[in-house]
């Protein structure tokens, strides 16, 4: 089957919508979400205004619903996103059987912090239980990788924490770093990271997976129009 992973929307309804339309050319079996969903113009750095809450919140839901009409999706909260979702496709924390395989996730961002409303230590990352899943949904890319490259300050800013979890799972998608859409195998886990589809370095992307008998086969990620659009 052929999975399609959505990278950073950031409530960009424009390029998600592109997106989206050749997800289902493809006839995907489903949709994985990687975080950082809702408008960030709306929400800031954790701000704790009710009204600007509301419309974040909001814009989350457009994005889902979105994705929904497509097909079955799961998803994590990213770092500019809320923790605390009541929803039964998030699955920050918790394993879900969905299509035949076992999904887990890792929300928001680390370890590097600059104020947003879902950021961790490494040290927090190592100290959750461990997720028995095929796939694992990680908003943060695994470090040392092409999947963490921030090309302007050539620097690897991905989690170290998130790499040693790879080994457990067959296949891993993130996003969080925009600019570095991929795939790259450590080991036997095939990694994705979907792209942004928001600013910085934002693009209509989408990424594919495909899942063949013995598990994933290969992975990458269709660009759709000019970055700079």
């Known amino acids: 089957m052929l999975l399609a992973v959505i990278g950073d929307v950031h409530h960009h309804m424009d390029r998600l919508s592109r997106v989206l339309e050749r997800a289902a050319a493809y006839e995907v079996a489903g949709l994985l979400q990687v975080g950082d969903i809702g408008s960030s113009r709306i929400l800031g750095r954790g701000t704790a205004d009710p009204a600007r809450i509301a419309a974040y919140r909001d814009s989350v839901a457009q994005v889902l619903a979105a994705l929904r009409a497509v097909g079955p999706t799961l998803w994590v909260p990213g770092n500019h996103d809320l923790r605390d979702w009541d929803d039964p496709g998030m699955v920050d924390g918790r394993v879900v059987d969905w299509l035949g395989l076992r999904v887990g996730g890792i929300g928001g961002a680390g370890p590097d912090r600059y104020g947003f409303p879902y950021e961790w230590s490494e040290a927090e990352i190592r100290a959750r239980p461990a997720l028995d899943c095929d796939v694992l949904i990680s908003h943060a890319p695994p470090k040392d990788t092409r ?83």
């Open 147 to 229: 999947l963490d490259h921030v090309h302007r300050r050539d620097v690897h800013v991905g989690s170290a924490a998130i790499r040693e979890r790879a080994a457990d799972h067959r296949l891993l998608v993130c996003g969080h770093i925009h600019e570095s859409a991929g795939s790259q195998w450590l080991g036997d886990c095939l990694c994705l990271n979907a792209g942004g589809l928001g600013e910085p370095h934002g693009a209509a992307r989408l990424g594919l997976v495909r899942w063949g008998p013995q598990g994933p086969e290969e992975a990458w990620v269709e660009v759709l129009d000019d970055p700079r659009a």
